[in-house]
């Protein structure tokens, strides 16, 4: 049973940080491709960040997020995702979602490529 349980969303100020967490069951990080997708109102979700967590160096990153986002696991148990989110923007206001997938090399953004989602966690940047 794949479980992805998202939290850290919150209000923040442009310009400020949050780091998104995801916790997930067990040997997920390990056997499946994980990411970040992002949902504003009236707009399709997005691919923000996606890593496979087996792999070294092995992320994928959208453009609008590039040297803003990272995306990375706990090196402890490998059972929580982040996502650390810096220099934020009014635009990066979304509902955030964690996502997992079967292995497919290149990575994906895709959200077709993603079977199994947590619920959300939503974020919202003032300016």
């Known amino acids: 049973q794949v479980q992805l349980v998202e939290s850290g969303g919150g209000s923040v100020q442009a310009g400020g940080s949050l780091r998104l967490s995801c916790q997930a069951s067990?040997?997920?990080?390990?056997?499946?491709?994980v990411g970040w997708f992002r949902q504003a109102p009236g707009k399709e979700r997005e691919g923000v960040a996606v890593m496979h967590a087996a792999v070294a160096g092995s992320t994928t990153y959208a453009d609008s997020v590039k040297f803003r986002f990272t995306i990375s696991k706990d090196d402890d148990n490998w059972s929580t995702l982040y996502l650390q989110m810096t220099s934020l923007k009014p635009e990066d206001t979304a509902m955030y979602y964690c996502?997992?997938?079967?292995?497919?090399?290149?990575?994906?953004?895709?959200?077709?490529?993603?079977?199994?989602w947590g619920q959300g966690t939503q974020v919202t940047v003032s300016s």
């Open positions: 067990t040997y997920i990080l390990s056997r499946y491709v």
């Open positions: 996502a997992a997938g079967p292995n497919r090399w290149p990575l994906s953004l895709h959200q077709a490529d993603f079977a199994y």
